[in-house]
Nanobody, 122 residues
Framework: HVQLVESGGGSVQTGGSLRLSCAPSGLSVSDFSMAWFRQTPGKEREGVAAIDSAGYTSYADSVKGRFAISKDNAKNTLYLRMNSLKPEDTAMYYC?????????????????WGQGTQVTVS
């Protein structure tokens, strides 16, 4: 049984930073491509950042240079470091895992999803 549990969300002022964590059970972050998505009410889920099993990364243009996705294979944890946060970054952030190895930010490619953690920037 696979579970993805996110943590680290919260409220922060414009320009601040947060680090999100995702601790999967039932799968290893080293084996599959994973990503962070975000969604606000009435909008489509957006693939913010992705990382494959080899450590290659991909970012949405809206977060390039501000967000960094990483993983710690020893701790089996996925991270999203978010700097220079803006009000438009406010959203529910989700951790997701594919069943494959390709680097992708398309939500249809992801099989496992966490419950989400709220990030609010004001």
């Amino acid at each position: 049984h696979v579970q993805l549990v996110e943590s680290g969300g919260g409220s922060v002022q414009t320009g601040g930073s947060l680090r999100l964590s995702c601790a999967p059970s039932g799968l290893s972050v080293s084996d599959f491509s994973m990503a962070w998505f975000r969604q606000t009410p009435g909008k489509e889920r957006e693939g913010v950042a992705a990382i494959d099993s080899a450590g290659y990364t991909s970012y949405a243009d809206s977060v390039k240079g501000r967000f960094a996705i990483s993983k710690d294979n020893a701790k089996n944890t996925l991270y999203l470091r978010m700097n220079s946060l803006k009000p438009e970054d406010t959203a529910m952030y989700y951790c997701a895992a594919t069943l494959g190895l390709c680097l992708t930010r398309a939500s249809a490619d992801f099989y496992y999803w966490g419950q989400g953690t709220q990030v609010t920037v004001s």
